[in-house]
């Protein structure tokens, strides 16, 4: 036994937990060479966290690791990384075909936009016109007759520039209130309450990324995700309001909608694996 487990050991699984966040059993695990219940890119991963926050050499326990898994998956493993797994599409023809189609519905909607925008100008310029000239036509209501018993009294009375103007100004707004509302901007972040391991794979590709956080992180809302945590001390923010799923760990976010999924959606999701 090295210097490293025995120095883990004294600290007590309990307690390294409560420091890293690792869950427990998975320290357990380390510490007793028990890998059974987990998967070789978790095992190694947590291993670098131990050895990085305890400055400790934990080779001998990593080496035990990677032969109890080669035993059953032979070299699959020896080609992941520990924070970044990358599985690659042998057929980049089909990669090819998809940037043009995407290409096309890019262009196909710039010019869907620009001439909605361009439409919706025309419109509002015409009613600000319509408008102004009513105003003016006011204005050049500028005499009042006033009778009275013994007299006939012409007035020059000047309608009350002031209130003109109030009520131009509030027309205009009107007409622009009209216009298409804003868009809702599409976001997707993660805000863990405390230090968590996050895996995350992209579902078109199946790339696969892990890592720890401990402060906020952002992934792209154009894409359709799979993503598991570590611990379920952590909440979303989704397209700016934030929102807590409680005590789920899966998740899948898919046409910009996030929702908790079982371990078998994950399952179907991901190819049959479980990570």
Do not use: C
Request: no cysteine.
């Amino acid at each position: 036994m090295n210097s490293g487990i025995d120095k883990l050991k004294e600290i007590g699984a309990q307690k390294i937990h409560e420091q890293t966040h690792v869950p427990k059993g998975h320290i357990q695990a380390i510490l007793h060479n028990s890998f059974e219940d987990l998967n070789k890119v978790q095992i190694i991963g947590f291993i670098s966290i131990l050895e990085r926050e305890y400055k400790v050499d934990l080779s001998d326990i990593r080496d035990s690791a990677n032969n109890y898994f080669d035993q059953f998956s032979g070299s699959d493993n020896d080609n992941k990384e520990i924070f970044i797994a990358v599985r690659e599409k042998k057929n980049s023809n089909n990669t090819i075909i998809y940037i043009i189609i995407f290409l096309v519905l890019a262009i196909a909607l710039y010019f869907s936009l620009k001439d909605s925008s361009v439409e919706n100008e025309n419109v509002d310029n015409a009613l600000i016109e319509d408008i102004k000239e009513k105003v003016v036509q006011e204005e050049n209501i500028t005499k009042k007759i006033i009778k009275t018993d013994d007299l006939n009294v012409t007035k020059n009375i000047d309608e009350p520039k002031e209130e003109k103007k109030v009520a131009e100004a509030k027309e205009i707004q009107q007409v622009k209130e009209k216009k298409e509302p804003k868009k809702i901007v599409k976001s997707l972040k993660i805000l863990p309450k405390s230090k968590v391991w996050v895996g995350y794979i992209e579902i078109d590709n199946n790339k696969h990324h892990q890592l720890v956080v401990k402060n906020s992180l952002e992934l792209n809302s154009t894409k359709d995700w799979l993503i598991l945590f570590g611990h379920n001390q952590i909440e979303f923010e989704i397209d700016g309001k934030k929102k807590d799923f409680g005590d789920k760990i899966r998740f899948s976010y898919i046409d910009a909608e996030l929702k908790p999924i079982s371990l078998k959606e994950f399952k179907k999701l991901n190819k049959g694996s479980k990570w």
